[in-house]
């Protein structure tokens, strides 16, 4: 049995608030809390690399440690101070930036290498009450994120140095928690990912994110977590993720990630797609689309960015 949810643009969001169908047959529960956790891996991954941005931004002024370029620190809507090799990021819960408010602190440090450009270099990244918040409709949907991370600069280089058609890639890796919606259970989620960026025009980025450990014997897992209804959870890069500056970093243009948890069902999420969950080949694709399998069941739903 298939069903298709078409989603109405009344409804669109971003990656980070997709929420779930409930389906009228014998297993509603699985399925929708399936669609919610891929919702919410989407959102945790979006909203995580828009940190790594702040990340690059902060590597790539000589205000920072181990900075690169003569520029201010400045990212939307958060203060900076410095003190030896550490930059913290105070976000101030009061300016919408691209349709999100942000509080809480992220911290910064290089802890190997004399500048994050260098081969091999490391920052560490700390997440202190960081918030994300969007209102949807009237609802206030957030995601607040604890725990550290590690980013190390394979290639070396920076971002805003690239020649066209140059690459770096940057390794992540780490554990986060994080509380969905006001809930009080934080929820851990292990992240191991590689991300190369690739200059394509005059400030045109295009970065390509796949996951970088083993899990149950399956290559190309990026996450392993617990979802926000207690259950254990994996996922896998099944094809590159590319996203652009163009269309925005939390607008994935192509890719697969594939979702398994221990209830033996599967979810495949397919990005750049039309409201018909068709491929998109246009600039910059408005919906994605995801499949549930699980025994003889199957379900489709397409949601707009």
């Known amino acids: 049995m298939k069903k298709l949810l078409a989603i109405s643009l009344l409804l669109s969001t971003s990656l980070f608030f997709q929420g779930c169908r409930k389906d009228d047959d014998n297993e509603p529960n699985l399925s929708s809390q399936f669609f919610q956790q891929s919702a919410d891996e989407s959102g945790v991954s979006a909203e995580n690399d828009l940190v790594f941005e702040n990340v690059n931004t902060v590597f790539q002024t000589t205000e920072a440690p181990g900075g690169g370029r003569a520029a201010a620190i400045n990212i939307c809507g958060a203060t900076t101070s410095i003190a030896g090799n550490v930059v913290t990021l105070?976000?101030?819960?009061?300016?919408?930036?691209?349709?999100?408010?942000?509080?809480?602190?992220?911290?910064?440090?290089?802890?190997?290498?004399?500048?994050?450009?260098?081969?091999?270099?490391?920052?560490?990244?700390?997440?202190?009450?960081?918030?994300?918040?969007?209102?949807?409709?009237?609802?206030?949907?957030?995601?607040?994120?604890?725990?550290?991370?590690?980013?190390k600069n394979i290639s070396g280089g920076n971002v805003i140095d690239l020649a066209a058609g140059g690459s770096l890639v940057h390794k992540i890796s780490g554990n986060l928690s994080a509380q969905f919606d006001g809930q009080a259970t934080r929820r851990t989620w292990s992240l191991s990912r590689l991300r190369t960026y690739t200059k394509t025009g005059e400030n045109q980025y295009e970065l390509t994110i796949v996951g970088d450990t083993t899990y149950n014997g399956q290559s190309g897992v990026d996450v392993i977590g617990t979802n926000r209804f207690g259950d254990r959870f994996w996922a896998i890069t099944a094809t590159p993720i590319k996203v652009n500056n163009n269309c925005g970093w939390g607008r994935p243009t192509q890719g697969k990630r594939?979702?398994?948890?221990?209830?033996?069902?599967?979810?495949i999420v397919t990005f750049g797609t039309n409201l018909n969950g068709i491929l998109d080949s246009s600039n910059c694709p408005a919906f994605y689309k995801v499949d549930y399998t699980r025994r003889n069941r199957s379900y489709t739903a397409v949601y707009p960015y």
């Open 90 to 151: 105070t976000f101030d819960g009061t300016t919408a930036c691209d349709g999100r408010i942000r509080t809480g602190v992220v911290i910064i440090q290089l802890i190997e290498g004399a500048r994050f450009r260098d081969v091999n270099a490391v920052a560490k990244v700390s997440y202190n009450n960081y918030s994300v918040q969007r209102t949807i409709a009237g609802t206030s949907r957030t995601i607040v994120f604890n725990g550290t991370q590690y980013v």
């Open 258 to 267: 594939a979702h398994y948890n221990d209830n033996d069902a599967s979810l």
